[in-house]
């Protein structure tokens, strides 16, 4: 829609709509009165809307609220309302915010527009300015490119003939011959299809940073593929196929340490997984970005996106994967009975026979969850809270698994990490000798040094050994030795 017709606002001048009182242009009773006075004159919100932005230079999302004659806080009330979220995380300030972007304020997503369109009754990118458009990161441009920009005005009442039923006969047999065509082929879809499988896969083999290029050439072929005509069918796989790839970049900025990376691929793959109402991949999707949110240093936020991932999915891999990083959170603020609690529901929901999920159990790899990750995880979370005990139990069930066969294929730098939470219980009860051992496999080779959070870990695990009971012990200044003289410790 194009804002600011000349010609209509020269009637709305002649009409003696704008207002001559002396009132800041564009103030309330201004718009009020021109409002009033186009909804009499039997205009479209869209025309209204047009008006506003072409009289006084109001963005589109300023021009759609004035339309309706709503406040910031009403329209975020109404976006509540939409949501069902007793949360209520929409504010008037946050329309605001959304109001004055770009020049200052925040960018509204995709989900933000389509949420406001709404409330407005208009379309996403009505709300959006030719210079805006340019400003959204490609994958939110891709899909509003998929989404219609109105809808055509249906014929008006009248007698017809016979050569307006042919017309509208030959217009659908024009429309249906375009709608066979696609570009996008089967074999295209499986090579793309492997090509996840294989890097998920791997992801859990290797080091992110020796996949990261591929994952980028995998993505950028979807990309380039969704902007060609494809059937509604194809069109929902290669979105499926978005959302994984731009999930398991998610998943390697984090690793990389790149947490405001790894928090925007995240928002683009959930954009695609909304679109085609993936309940697999948005449980997943939540559960990354609760860890994206814990090791940023915000348990609270990653506790409650694990749990709304739950919403998702209800059983199965996905939930055991979800409880368990909601456990890490609950540990990580010192509460033991939530800890606790969904550290059993996920032990429960392991149990319970279910169908295999196509991306948790059937992908696998970066998307799956297996019995030893669910034990590490345990001992992460006993550790927190204190209880080195259970903490070692665990650790112990995990080191156990990956050294089955079942587990050949085990995630890179699972063991070691393991270790590091066994040597945290062993130190909880003092057992240094204990410790030791535990800790020997991951000191004794550099080859651990691309494990994820390995010298933070080591610096606190010498930190503990500087501090009583073990300051004045000759072995424990000896391990400490042992561990600062890793790879990961003297580049530093």
Known sequence: MRYGGA????????????????????????RERLRHQLLAGGSSPERIAAEM????????????????????????????????????????????????????????TIHVLA????????????????DELPLLPEPERLVLDQLPLGEAPAPGPGPLDAAA?????????????????????????????HDVVQLARTA??????????????????????????????????????????????????MELGCYGAAAEQSRAAWVYAEIIGHNGLKAWLRGTQALIAFW???????????????????????????CNIESRAWAYLGDVRETQAVITMGHRAREQPTEPDDLHDLV???FGFDEARQAFCNAGAWVQVGRPVLAI?????????????????????????????????????????????????????????????LSTRLSDICATLDTAPYRNSREARELAERIRAHPVLTSR
């Open 165 to 193: 039923v042919r017309a509208a006969a030959h217009a659908s047999g024009a429309h249906a011959e375009l709608a066979e065509v696609t570009e996008v082929g089967a074999i295209t879809l499986e090579q793309l299809d």
């Open 364 to 366: 696998g790899g970066e």
């Open 296 to 322: 940023s240093g915000d348990p609270h936020e990653a506790a409650h996106l694990a749990k709304a991932g739950r919403e998702h999915l209800r059983h199965g891999t996905g939930f055991v994967r979800l």
């Open 7 to 30: 010609s209509v606002v020269a009637w709305i001048t002649r009409s003696g709509v704008m207002g001559t009182s002396g009132a800041k242009p564009g103030s309330k009773p201004e």
């Open 393 to 453: 139990e665990a650790a112990e069930r995990a080191l156990r698994t990956y050294a089955t066969d079942a587990e050949r294929n085990r995630r890179y730098g699972g063991e070691p990490s393991t270790r590091l939470e066994m040597t945290d219980g062993y130190l909880a009860i003092r057992e240094l000798d204990a410790a030791d051992d535990a800790l020997e496999p991951v000191i004794s080779t550099p080859a651990t040094a691309g494990v994820a959070h």
């Open 115 to 130: 949420l406001l369109a709404r409330v407005y009754g208009t379309v996403p990118r009505a709300l959006l300015g030719e």
């Open 53 to 108: 932005a072409g009289r006084w230079l109001f963005n589109p999302r300023q021009a759609w609220r004035y339309t309706h004659g709503l406040s910031q806080t009403a329209v975020a009330a109404r976006c509540n309302d939409l949501l069902g979220d007793p949360r209520a995380p929409m504010t008037g300030k946050r329309i605001s915010e959304y109001e004055a972007w770009p020049q200052r304020g925040i960018r509204p």
């Open 204 to 253: 859990i083999l290797t080091q992110p940073a020796e996949i990261f290029g591929e994952l980028v050439r995998v993505r950028d072929r979807v990309f380039q593929l969704l902007r060609r005509r494809a059937h509604p069918a194809q069109q929902s796989h290669l979105y499926l196929l978005a959302g994984q790839t731009c999930g398991l970049l998610a998943s390697a900025s």
